[in-house]
């Protein structure tokens, strides 16, 4: 059982009471993935000479020198509003780019990005927006990004599609179904 609190017009802070951990959590639900998934594809012993990772950036070297493509990634943050609340659910995401946006990405880092983006395909495990089996990737869903200003991460918009994730960011959720999104990622499904 999950009790809202924070549901009056002057505030609209999210905060609710946890049933599972009972613990109090308030504040705007954040999550945010370390490293993207295709970085747990790549044996461990093989990470060194084919990952370069920062905590903005992934660049995935081929297994094979057999002319496949090398995985490119940015981290980013994907929002959902929440109906009643002065802050967004954020998650924070990587999405795959172009060797050529990734690059362009790369050179023009340190600048204001705010008028460029490129398109990218978003692959990440999220808890409520799974139509896969438990563990797999979220499927592939094709999204905007917004590079955005000097100092702040990029921006996700996913493409219309019939995925519960657009709706919910086109849409917004209820106060109720971000308690749930956000207990679920604490916590994992209910036994």
């Known amino acids: 059982m999950v009790r809202l609190l924070g549901i009056d017009a002057k505030r609209k802070t999210f905060s609710f009471k946890c049933g599972l951990c009972d613990g109090l959590h308030e504040g705007p639900p954040s999550f945010a993935h370390r490293r993207p998934p295709y970085y747990f594809d790549v044996p461990e012993a093989e990470r060194a000479a084919r990952v370069e990772i920062t905590d903005d950036l992934c660049r995935i070297s081929p297994a094979e020198p057999d002319g496949s493509d090398a995985i490119f990634c940015i981290r980013a943050t994907l929002d959902i ?111």
């Open 81 to 191: 509003p929440i109906i009643g609340s002065e802050a967004p659910f954020c998650w924070g995401v990587w999405v795959t780019q172009s060797e050529e946006a990734y690059l362009r990405y790369v050179a023009t880092f340190d600048d204001d990005q705010s008028a460029d983006g490129a398109f990218g395909w978003l692959a990440v495990v999220m808890p409520h927006y799974r139509r896969t089996a438990p563990g797999d990737y979220l499927e592939h869903l094709a999204c905007d990004v917004e590079w955005g200003a000097k100092g702040q991460r990029p921006k996700v918009r996913v493409r219309p599609c019939d995925h519960p994730l657009y709706a919910d960011q086109t849409n917004g959720i209820e106060w109720e179904s971000a308690v749930e999104i956000a207990r679920l990622a604490m916590h994992g499904p209910k036994d």
